[in-house]
């Protein structure tokens, strides 16, 4: 069974950077799409962000779009979410979460919670000053 793992959550100040990581091991991630999502305190769990297995497509929320950017580094099996001009409101507990398999076109057509089957713990992200 594929397991996630993220990592790279922590405080920061608002306008500052992180940088998260998602991994596995015993299964090579760059076949699995990917999605980030990330649920706040008294808040239902949201995406924010998808990737492809070919790395040819990506989709972002409003909320997140211009500050975060999600890739793939197929040599160390991960996957990125860069988030830079971070707000107090992108406090979260923010999850990765991987599709059964590959699916084809674009990962905004199948941006769906419902529809991926693989999850990490999640890691928190605390942005205040």
């Known amino acids: 069974q594929l397991q996630l793992v993220e990592s790279g959550g922590g405080l920061v100040q608002p306008g500052g950077s992180l940088r998260l990581s998602c991994a596995t091991t015993?299964?090579?991630?760059?076949?699995?799409?990917i999605g980030w999502f990330r649920q706040a305190p008294g808040k239902e769990r949201e995406g924010i962000l998808c990737?492809?297995?070919?790395?040819?497509?990506?989709f972002y929320a409003d909320s997140v779009k211009g500050r975060f950017t999600v890739s793939r580094d197929n040599a160390k099996n991960q996957v990125f979410l860069q988030m830079n001009n971070l707000k107090t409101d992108d406090t979260a507990v923010y999850y990765c979460?991987?599709?059964?398999?590959?699916?084809?076109?674009?990962?905004?057509?199948?941006?769906?919670?419902?529809?991926?089957?693989?999850w990490g713990q999640g890691t928190q992200v605390t942005v205040s000053s």
């Open positions: 979460a991987a599709l059964g398999s590959p699916v084809p076109g674009a990962c905004m057509e199948y941006f769906d919670i419902g529809r991926y089957h693989y």
């Open positions: 015993g299964y090579n991630l760059n076949y699995f799409p």
């Open positions: 990737i492809d297995y070919r790395n040819q497509s990506t």
